[in-house]
DNA sequence: GATGAATGAGTATTCATTCAT
DNA sequence: AATGAATGAATACTCATTCAT
């Protein structure tokens, strides 16, 4: 899929490797941050000094402390990407392949998880531009469910119409969220193992109606 | 059930009564304008003003801002809880009345979806007891879902184990604040006829596999 | 001698005996207030709980917070004179009646001392008027001070000139206070009856310089 | 002697030369203000812009208001003490040096009055480690008026006993502080060299009574 | 490119005072 | 006379951002 359009962030700085360098710091920084106190909460001074330099060396790569965010949920969400795609094994196909990618998925959220909790929490604070651009690449993962369940649908292995192929693919993603936002209480009673396990069988089965009622989709 | 404990709020006025009317115009304002701008950006000032008196009026009947969050969580849950059980029809009985408890709470989610998406939203820049006690009535609510999940899995209805049940009352209760919360993708794709209908489906026949793989859970 | 004028302080209640008795209670809250917090940081709120009555009510036996603390000096003055008369046995004369005027001034302040550090402390906080006739009273006691001396030098006992007389009255005057304001530190090392004893002993005989080296004033 | 502990006074600034240039200039301001208005009169707006920068700027220097005035409280010691020993000659002995060591005292007192009086008299609106580093300092001035009287009573020139003269110590002092507390009535009365003249005497000689009564002392 | 001192608009909170009941 | 709810000016302190070095 064709990379989306980034916002621009402004540098007074040249050297795009640098440039690249440096963000990162700025990110990882402002992750372990944001998770701490939370976005507002957290102050940009705290951010460069977290990143390892001065308050004024941080406004060489940024343009403003929303810019930080920005950063931060952009990357995220490449970085989510880039490794649950490194997971995936091209081979599967049908039910396997689909349980695969929901699997995948769920087990980069839970190595990523404050990554995915700051971007989850904060992307709200976002204004303008930044919020659009993060949305987008919001969309763009659901759409990479919306794919993969259509395959499977063409497949015949399911029967979900349209429009509950695009509710499945919302539902994926925020399964995988959830995971993060509220762990306080699920990773208390469950492994991630545990986790992904109970969420494919529900996923895929529901909560096993031993005598389907009246189905409630005519 | 009993009602859980509460967090002091302290307030320079006397009358009880008043002390009521004022939070719940407190309420009232700061729920709309924690929609507008998020809590952080929202000022007491402007809370006070929205609430129809002045800032020292307003700090009358609160100690911090903090505590005008947590008036507003508390409040939105008790809401949630009073108008769900208005709904619900005690004559029901097996899937009949687990699918009304369902449908009942993600029609009282709509409704209240402003409070609701705050109360999500925020919930996590409360601190200490506050904090505390909030994530009780959470919990709570989740408990509420359990019970039901259980009353039908006692009747041989649904076949899931302890841990599936309470994984699946957290799943419940996350897809209501879903609604709200992806509001801005949701809302746009279904009414809220339909994504009752479509959660409903999907919560109990899952993705309706036609033919069931390996069942994940042995 | 004549009463000193008093500055009016407001009152919205008509019976004096009422105003008189509330003010007493005013002043006794006040000063134990203002002694543990300071006149600044002790509230009017504070004041008028302490008093027994509403804040309300202190408005209508005061104009302004100041008048608190000039009702609280005035009346400390008065206090700390009427004691003093009272110990003062007329018959004595001579450096006698002196020393008795010093001791029993001393024991007046160290039975006021709260009062008296108040007043101290904090009469610097007054403005305008208040202040004004304040120091007057500081002068009348200081001037009670100088006819004492001035009686001991017309009997030839004491050799001092009128500039040194005006000065040791300022002196006797201080070192009352300094009983109070520096109480932290002498009442530590010293009983009152002790303090009383050697302040005498330094006021009328000094350092008991051995062998007078050339006198000072010639 | 060695230096006391001071309290730490956080600052943002790195630059301790920067630090101790701003500080001096927000004491000299502090020291005017609360002069003419009273420590809590006084804004740090007002202090700031008095030292000539802006608020935020100030918060670069002090962490708290309170600590201009333990700035204020801490320098104003140390100067009176630098500038005191300054005036000493170190040739003098006996009655010659006592004198000299107080007036010497009064004198920088009488130049350094706004500053010994703000500290005189704002020195209890401090808390905590800051007042107890003040209170160090004053008891150090006293223990050096003590140890002026010891010598000379070694000498045998004087026959106080232990705690007249630590109570001597006391009132020197304080007779320092008397001519800024007192300046409203003193000032006018005399000139900075009657004063020294007359305290003088009046310490070493008492009031020159001319037939000792009984002595006070036995 | 990096630094960090300077800035000042912005914000939560307090508290003396008023006034309707 | 007494009450206490309402008011809003005042104030300490923070923090994103700038810019001279």
Redesign the pocket.
């Known amino acids: 899929m064709s990379p989306l359009p980034k916002k621009d962030v402004p540098s ?4 795009q490797r ?1 440039i690249d360098k ?1 963000r990162a710091q700025i990110v990882k920084a402002a992750v372990q941050l944001f998770n701490e106190k939370g976005y507002h ?5 705290e951010v460069a000094k977290a990143s390892g ?5 941080l ?2 790569y940024i ?4 810019d930080i965010l920005y950063l931060v949920c952009d990357s995220v969400y490449d970085e989510v990407v880039r490794k649950w795609e490194k997971l995936l094994d091209k081979e599967l196909r049908g039910m396997e392949r689909l349980e695969q990618v929901v699997e995948a998925y769920f087990r980069v959220v839970d190595v990523l998880q404050d990554e995915v909790l700051v971007m989850y929490q904060e992307t709200k604070s976002l204004s303008g531009d930044a919020l659009k651009y993060v949305l987008q690449k919001e969309m763009r993962m659901k759409e990479m469910f919306e794919v993969e369940l259509e395959r499977v649908r063409e497949a015949g292995l399911i029967t979900l119409n349209d429009r509950q192929v695009s509710l499945a693919a919302h539902q994926i993603l925020v399964l995988g969220q959830m995971w993060t936002f509220r762990r306080w209480a699920l990773q208390k009673e469950f492994t991630i193992d545990e986790y992904v396990r109970y969420q494919l069988q529900q996923l895929f089965y529901g909560f096993s109606v031993k005598k389907p009622a009246e189905n409630v989709e005519s």
């Open positions: 007074l700085v040249k050297d640098l440096r909460k957290a102050t940009t001074r330099f001065s308050i004024g060396t406004y060489e343009g403003s402390k929303e």
